[in-house]
């Protein structure tokens, strides 16, 4: 008999030899390893044990429904459900995918994936991939609505290229397999982000259309069958991945997880339900992502605040959601943990750090400009009974061009079709809240009044320079104008390799000195958890909304610092912010600069003050007040190639530089940011 030595083929995790046989009959269930201890994320806090305290794995065998039960959306052949979809909707779902037909797909040839290892560039290749399975999808979602057998001979196209793939991943995350960088090894299966979703959109795939493949050829559903359970399924229970969040080798500490963890294991999850077989391997599944997505939730403090930004929500506090509706119906309802505080904060805070429109406060490796998934925040909004989440959702979904025709997952995209007359039909509105506050990581945000975007808004942050996607940037802030942004973070440019290696501060979005703080002597913030915030304090009322914090302890010796108070504070009434910097220093410093990162030009017409003028502004409407006795202005424009940033911010930017020569050992300085 054929025997499978896991950590022999570096895909085991020292739970011994097992046959297959063994492996099919439970013995997967030794993965899950229930006796390891884990230490939370947040410092000081304990395991909370969320989910799989309130769901041990008998009562998920009790109330998980059979495979064979479960019916979450409707299939090909219930012709009346995708037939009463939105006509508009459906006409664009057709359209979309026809045009596709008898074209050629993409190439993903070797030469093609190597690019990353050789150059660095990492989106030639993920663009191309990314179109195959946006066609694929397309195909699938048409074939459906028209339901005339037109879409099915290229949908099985789809279907085999993608299972006749070397490795459904990318090639930046080829570190996950022992080879490394480079071509990927086939005898080593690994998981990251898009082998996920390869294999949710084939489980989804083989769910819709079921027998129907067979009229092209039966062995298609086997292959969909074979090739998600060797590259995902059986990966999954026998090896701990860095994103599962538990320890990698015996006697490693786990890494903290980010949005990896609920984004693959809701795929992994969707993929488990639809196809497993085995309804003892479909059980230890379940309760080994119930596992990871605790050590998820630990890494969150009772706030729900996310430290990766915005932008990383929708695929952190967003996938969480979706494994929690893919389990709460896969157990007829039985599973439901919407009253449970901090699944509900973490839906609450994306309305909570939004702006205006489509701009989102975006500390970290976030852009300011999004692109929302209305009816997942309409759903989760649904579910906890929060009708400021729900509103956004409706009022996101209003604004997008095709409502919910398109999505970039079939996961989302299959509710968000069948909810789309609810949605259409709902109240949707911005809920532009006056003031938000998340201790957790420290971030803070402040508009004049609530529900109006009128006047300033300002947002701050202390944290640490170890934060999942960090910039060096404690102490950053951000200003807005009548919901349109004047002072900044520029957020990250389009990733490459060097994004997440040991010369990511080397690039210049990530730097202090590119964002609005302070450089003394040349020197900059620096990155490790040690590098962070202290003395954090917070304060709001109907006047005001206050922020200080030492700055001090996040920059390196070098920079020959005691300590350095940093103070914002936005008047309400006054509709003016005032920043306010007192630095003590070793030595005395040469020169401190301060900078100030803006989309738009900066005039002098007295000393002291500059106005903001750009197409959104009426000239001097906003401006920024300066000692001009102690501070010299300059003002660099930063050209801006990046074709991520230019969507966002055009063309260019400027960087704004008050700066003091020879100033004193102790200081403080004022700033203040008006509007008339």
């Known amino acids: 008999m054929e025997r499978l030595n896991a950590e022999e083929r570096g895909i085991g995790m020292s739970i011994g030899v097992l046959t297959r046989r063994e492996f099919i009959a439970g013995g997967a269930a030794l993965a899950v390893q229930p006796g390891i201890e884990f230490t939370s994320a947040v410092q000081g806090q304990a395991p909370r044990n969320l989910l799989n305290g309130l769901y041990p794995p008998e009562k998920l065998a009790s109330t998980l429904l059979p495979r064979e039960e479960w019916h979450p959306f409707p299939a090909w052949a219930e012709r009346s459900a995708w037939e009463s979809l939105p006509a508009d909707d459906r006409s664009a779902l057709v359209e979309a995918a026809a045009r596709t037909l008898n074209t050629e797909w993409p190439s993903l040839p070797a030469a093609l994936f190597l690019e ?9 290749f993920e663009a191309a991939r990314g179109r195959r399975r946006d066609r694929l999808r397309d195909l699938l979602i048409a074939e459906c609505v028209e339901g005339k057998g037109r879409f099915l001979d290229d949908i099985v196209n789809g279907i085999w290229i993608t299972c006749e793939e070397s490795y459904w991943g990318v090639p930046a995350h080829l570190n996950l397999q022992k080879a490394g960088p480079g071509l990927p090894d086939v005898a080593e299966p690994t998981v990251d982000l898009f082998t996920g979703e390869t294999a949710n959109l084939l489980a989804w795939a083989l769910y819709l259309t079921g027998s129907r493949l067979d009229k092209v050829s039966p062995l298609v559903r086997e292959r969909i069958h074979l090739e998600v359970d060797r590259r995902v399924l059986t990966p999954n229970l026998l090896r701990n991945f860095g994103w599962m969040g538990f320890p990698e080798r015996p006697g490693r500490a786990a890494r903290p997880p980010n949005n990896w963890n609920p984004w693959i294991n809701s795929n992994w999850l969707a993929a488990n339900l639809l196809l497993e077989r085995d309804p003892k391997r479909r059980v230890s599944a379940v309760n080994r992502i119930l596992l990871s997505l605790d050590r998820f939730l630990d890494g969150y403090a009772d706030d729900g605040g996310c430290d990766e930004g915005p932008g990383y929500w929708f695929r952190a506090g967003g996938s969480l959601f979706d494994c929690l509706e893919l389990l709460l119906s896969a157990t007829g309802g039985a599973f439901n943990v919407y009253e449970v505080p901090l699944i509900r904060e973490i839906g609450r805070y994306i309305y909570r750090v939004h702006i205006h429109d489509r701009y989102f406060i ?10 929302v998934a209305g009816d997942l925040l309409f759903r989760y909004g649904r579910r906890i009974s929060d009708e400021k989440l729900s509103a956004l959702g409706a009022f996101a979904t209003a604004r997008q061009a095709g409502g919910a025709a398109r999505s970039d997952s079939i996961t989302r ?11 259409r039909a709902a109240s949707g509105f911005q809920p532009l809240v006056r003031d938000a506050w998340f201790p957790g990581i420290q971030v803070m945000a402040a508009r004049r009044r609530e529900g109006s975007t009128e006047g300033l808004y300002l947002a701050a942050q202390g944290g640490h320079n170890a934060e999942s996607h960090n910039h060096n940037d404690v102490g950053n802030f951000i200003v807005y104008a009548d919901g349109l942004p004047v002072i900044i973070d520029v957020g990250v440019e389009t990733y490459s390799a060097k994004t997440f290696s040991s010369k990511r501060y080397e690039i210049w979005t990530m730097q202090s000195a590119y964002h609005n703080l302070p450089t003394v002597d040349g020197v900059m913030q620096k990155d490790g958890r040690e590098f962070t915030a202290s003395e954090v304090e917070y304060h709001a009322d109907d006047k005001s909304a206050e922020f200080a914090l030492n700055i001090a302890t996040a920059y390196p010796p070098e920079a020959g610092l005691k300590h350095w108070k940093r103070t914002i504070r936005l008047d309400r009434a006054g509709n003016t912010i005032e920043l306010r910097d007192e630095y003590a220093a070793r ?19 007295v000393p002291g003050e500059l106005a903001f003028q750009g ?19 300059s003002i660099e424009v930063v050209p801006l190639e990046d074709a991520r940033l230019r969507a966002v911010w055009g063309e260019k930017l400027y960087r704004l530089l008050l700066t003091a020569r020879n100033p004193p050992e102790q200081s403080k300085w004022s700033f203040r940011i008006m509007q008339t």
Do not use: W
């Open 362 to 371: 975006n500390f970290a490796d976030a852009s300011a400009v999004l692109g």
């Open 413 to 423: 995209q299959l509710p968000a079709l069948f909810d789309l007359k609810e949605i």
């Open 116 to 124: 990353y290892a050789r150059d660095g560039n990492r989106s030639h």
């Open 615 to 633: 197409p959104v502004f009426a000239s001097g409407r906003v401006r920024l007040l300066y000692d001009a006795a102690s501070l010299k202005p």
């Open 587 to 605: 030595r005395q410093p040469s020169q401190i600069a301060f900078t100030f990162m803006t989309p738009l030009s900066a005039v002098q017409s």
